[in-house]
């Protein structure tokens, strides 16, 4: 097999699904390339957080578009994703981190996104359920969750209607630059080729970044999952505490089925290479045990189910999003972190974009995966040289 299209996507996840679809949109040929299933990975095992508050700033400008795309994604994509408008809040049991969210939300508001900040009576009168050792809290009436199942093959589902090719069960091993473009050879001798490739294979991403010399410490971890028996809906939002202590993070949000949804605490072990992870027992009761901390009505429920997945970070806590700063035609997007879900539609759009046109309004600059390439032998001892002299 030989095939030929203006854009490989490497990748089926929310990242690789959503510009395929945003790409076609523009008519452009696509063939998204796939190891198993669209939104097998990372893309469809985690909370499913809609949500725009807490991120960076630099990221609020595509985390504002994506929202747009979530907010329409029925109309879209003629299937229903589970997206709920249900506001966001987050909420935390230290004063230093009480002020943080006052200086997040004056800062934040220059980027289009409004935060509430309540704290004491306000904030229990809102939130009558929450436990009395929290002091403070920050909602984004605007954010909400979705199912995370169900998005990333509905983009992919979304994208072929429009033309594009998406190949699972499609193990890529080698992209080559060649005359005109990029030659990309997968398992069983199939060939692709394209004029422009964009590598958003997650936790497997740098395994072809270091094919064009550009590695990076992408490292994997397991969230640690679970869900409740369900009980009458009625918490409609998204709930997460916002802490430096890794141990007492713990997010929940209600389906309307009844069942909760939970997430956070430390995470559990993940292999790349055998695209396993785990969740870890003592994590699970760690997190009840913070759950119960944060909603102590909640805390008689009963736990179902727990899952995990191979989830990539970076040292940074920063995404690389744009193009590749050695090789023409050839773009990332990975590393997002355990924060990529939210953002997944805004990032596609806009990598669209600059795949058409060759620029975006964006400012991708802090993203680049070039901070992450060392110096040659000698340079940095060079310039030592000729600052003392």
């Keep these: 097999m030989n095939e030929r299209a203006d854009v490989i996507v490497i990748g089926g996840g929310i990242i690789g699904t959503t510009t395929a679809f945003f790409l076609s949109r523009r008519a452009r040929s696509v063939i998204l390339l796939e190891r198993g299933l669209t939104g097998q990975q990372a893309s469809g095992v985690n909370f499913g957080g809609v949500r725009r508050q807490g991120r960076a700033l630099s990221q609020l400008a595509m985390s504002n578009r994506a ?29 230093h981190d009480a002020d943080y969210f006052h200086r997040y939300a004056a800062d934040a508001r220059a980027y289009g996104l409004d935060l509430d900040v309540l704290e004491g009576a306000a ?36 994208a072929g209607r429009l033309g594009a090719t998406i190949v699972e069960n499609a193990d890529v091993l080698r992209v080559e630059k060649e005359a005109g473009g990029f030659r990309v050879e997968c398992a069983g001798g199939r060939i692709y080729r394209a004029e422009q490739v964009l590598i958003c294979a997650g936790a497997w991403a740098n395994a072809l970044s270091t094919q064009f010399g550009e590695p990076v410490p992408l490292a994997v971890r397991g969230p640690q999952m679970a869900v409740t028996e369900p009980v009458p809906y009625v918490f409609k939002w998204s709930m997460g505490v916002y802490t430096s202590v890794k141990e007492e993070s713990v997010y929940f949000r209600q389906i309307p089925r009844g069942n909760i949804v939970l997430g956070g605490g430390a995470p559990g072990p993940a292999d790349a290479a055998t ?9 699970t009761v760690a997190q009840i045990a913070q759950f119960r901390r944060m909603a102590p009505a ?15 970070y970076l040292p940074d806590s920063e ?26 539609p805004g990032v596609g759009e806009t990598l669209a974009e600059l795949l058409d046109t060759g620029s975006t309004p964006i400012d991708l600059a802090p993203f680049s995966i070039a901070r992450f390439q060392r110096p040659a032998p000698g340079r940095a001892e060079s310039a030592a040289s000729e600052i003392s002299s």
């Excluded at 747009?68 to 506001?87: I, N």
């Excluded at 695209?275 to 994590?283: C, E, G, M, Q, T």
């Excluded at 189910?305 to 990539?312: D, F, I, P």
């Excluded at 995404?319 to 997944?344: E, H, T």
């Design 319 to 344: 995404p690389v999003i744009g193009r590749s700063s050695k090789v023409d035609g050839l773009f990332y997007a990975f590393g997002f972190s355990g924060s990529g879900f939210q953002i997944g």
């Design 67 to 95: 929202l747009a795309t979530w907010r329409q994604s029925r109309e879209l994509l003629g299937e229903d994703v589970e997206f709920l408008p249900s506001g966001h809040t987050r909420v935390c049991y230290h004063a």
């Design 275 to 283: 695209r396993r992870a785990s969740v870890l027992p003592a994590n």
């Design 123 to 158: 904030m229990f009168r809102r939130f009558p359920f929450l436990g009395r050792e929290v002091l403070a809290a920050s909602s984004s009436p605007l954010d909400g969750h979705a199912n995370p199942r169900l998005a990333a093959p509905a983009f992919g589902r979304a």
């Design 298 to 312: 909640l805390g008689a429920l009963n736990v179902i189910r727990v899952w995990s997945g191979v989830e990539s």
